[in-house]
């Protein structure tokens, strides 16, 4: 049986912490007679995080899954022989596998968020909560057809930001290659036929011959250093602090790190809501949503759950840790009023669906010609200051 570390609030004793044994997560604010919104914390200790190689939506088509659960359970079929039509139709063994263990463990009696949950290679937390939440009250079908949604939703996202970026990228590869060419097959030989002008030139012209020279004299260690400077390269960009320092650092820029904040924000509204539309306690949504959030606010997300369940209002935490946008803010505090903070925090989400659009564009109206220009003004400096010597020399024949 799964072993947990549990921080909570008891009433009258303030913030406590236990060991303790659960057959799952759920089963804790029970176990310890308090209701789960007073939970502040939960640590698995015998669970193994799954490799990074392995986690859920690199490999495990999750909404395709959930899509085609919800239409079979909706069709009258069976839960058991729902997912054994999904294990039949796979073609991938490790998809079929995860399945099938899913079936044995439904066959044996456990309901299905404790399947799912032993599967983590394949099932994140999110589609465990929502199914915990939903399969005693019939509503499982609705629910995994809405975390459909939202799959296709991060999905389309995703992939509008990447197409945006592709442009920027192809410009910036191929002049980087054109600078490269200049620099390493076109200098050194300018470098050798104007090795008699002496020192008489522009700075820039002098500095580029005797780069040209070094690389002539020696090209093994000019490409052992730029591999190794490709290489510390890559090896940052896998560290996780490297790539959320460049996450904060993006977070700052004047036009870009605004609209990166909203998106970010948005995915954060859109998964709270769902997981609390389907009943699941707004502490452990908020632990669920945290690992989704962009770096740079993991921290915010947990600060905001101690203080929901130290009894702050949500709306004045979730301003307090810099979480909340106008528009949310206010219908936030609309959603507390009047009970209905899931379809306010789905609505403030959709409100700011419209920002991807134009971060696009920002990206095509802004980036492009700016990265256009710098690498207009690079190859043409460089074939400029190359030039200068020979326009030199002309003058001198005349």
Same mark, same amino acid.
């Given at each position: @049986?799964?072993? +947990?570390i ?9 913030v406590?912490?236990v060991?303790?044994? &659960?057959?799952?997560r759920? &089963? ?15 640590q ?6 799954a490799?990074?190689?392995? #986690?859920?939506g690199?490999?495990?088509p999750?909404?395709l +899954?959930?899509? $085609? ?12 022989e729902?997912?054994e039509?999904?294990s039949?139709?796979e073609?991938?063994?490790?998809i079929?596998?995860a399945?099938?263990a ?9 309901p299905l968020?404790?399947?799912? #949950? ?23 079908a609705?629910?995994l ?8 939703w991060?999905?389309?996202?995703r992939?509008?930001l ?6 920027p990228a *192809?410009?910036?590869?191929v002049?980087?290659?054109?600078i490269?060419f ?11 036929i ?18 040209? #020279? ?5 090209p ?5 250093? @730029? ?6 390269? *890559?090896?940052?960009?896998?560290s996780?602090? *490297? ?6 650092r993006?977070?700052?820029l004047?036009?870009?790190g605004p609209?990166? #904040?909203?998106?970010?924000? &948005?995915? +954060? ?7 609390l ?7 452990q949504?908020?632990?669920i ?5 962009? !770096? ?19 709306? $004045?935490?979730? $301003?307090?840790e810099?979480?909340?946008t106008?528009?949310?803010? !206010?219908? *936030?505090?609309?959603?507390e ?5 899931a ?11 419209? $920002?991807?659009?134009?971060l696009s564009? +920002?990206?095509?109206?802004a ?8 690498m207009?003004v ?7 200051? @190359? ?5 030199q020399?002309?003058?001198?024949v005349?």
């Amino acid at each position: @049986m799964p072993e +947990f570390i549990v921080r909570f609030q008891q009433a009258g004793s303030g913030v406590q912490q236990v060991r303790l044994q &659960a057959p799952e997560r759920h &089963a804790l604010a029970a176990l310890l007679g308090v209701s789960p919104q007073r939970i502040l914390s939960v640590q698995e200790l015998d669970a193994a995080p799954a490799p990074a190689s392995s #986690r859920a939506g690199k490999r495990f088509p999750l909404q395709l +899954f959930s899509q $085609e659960l919800s239409v079979l359970l909706s069709a009258g079929v069976t839960l058991v022989e729902a997912l054994e039509t999904l294990s039949e139709k796979e073609s991938q063994a490790d998809i079929r596998a995860a399945l099938a263990a899913v079936v044995a463990a439904l066959s044996a009696g456990q309901p299905l968020s404790a399947a799912l #949950r032993a599967q983590p290679q394949a099932f994140d937390e999110l589609i465990c909560a929502l199914v915990a939440a939903n399969e005693r009250s019939g509503q499982l079908a609705p629910a995994l057809a809405q975390h459909a949604r939202y799959l296709a939703w991060v999905q389309q996202l995703r992939d509008r930001l990447v197409a945006a970026c592709v442009y920027p990228a *192809v410009l910036l590869g191929v002049g980087s290659a054109v600078i490269l060419f200049l620099l390493l097959f076109v200098l050194p030989r300018f470098a050798g036929i104007l090795d008699g002008l002496g020192s008489d030139l522009p700075w820039g012209s002098l500095l580029l011959l005797r780069f040209g #020279r070094l690389t002539g004299d020696h090209p093994a260690l000019v490409a052992a250093g @730029m591999g190794g400077v490709a290489l510390a390269a *890559v090896l940052a960009l896998r560290s996780a602090a *490297v790539r959320a320092a460049l996450q904060s650092r993006l977070w700052t820029l004047p036009a870009l790190g605004p609209r990166l #904040r909203v998106l970010a924000l &948005a995915r +954060f509204y859109r998964s709270l809501a769902m997981l609390l539309g389907a009943g699941v306690p707004v502490l452990q949504a908020l632990e669920i949503v945290q690992p989704l959030m962009a !770096r740079p606010w993991q921290g915010a997300v947990t600060r905001l759950a101690a203080a929901v369940g130290e009894g702050r209002r949500f709306s $004045e935490a979730l $301003e307090a840790e810099d979480l909340a946008t106008p528009v949310a803010r !206010r219908m *936030v505090r609309v959603g507390e009023r009047s009970g209905e903070l899931a379809a306010m925090l789905e609505r403030a989400a959709a409100f700011h669906d419209d $920002e991807a659009v134009r971060l696009s564009e +920002f990206l095509s109206r802004a980036i492009n010609p700016a990265l256009m220009l710098i690498m207009g003004v690079l190859i043409g400096g460089i074939i400029v200051l @190359m030039y200068l010597p020979i326009f030199q020399l002309v003058e001198q024949v005349q």
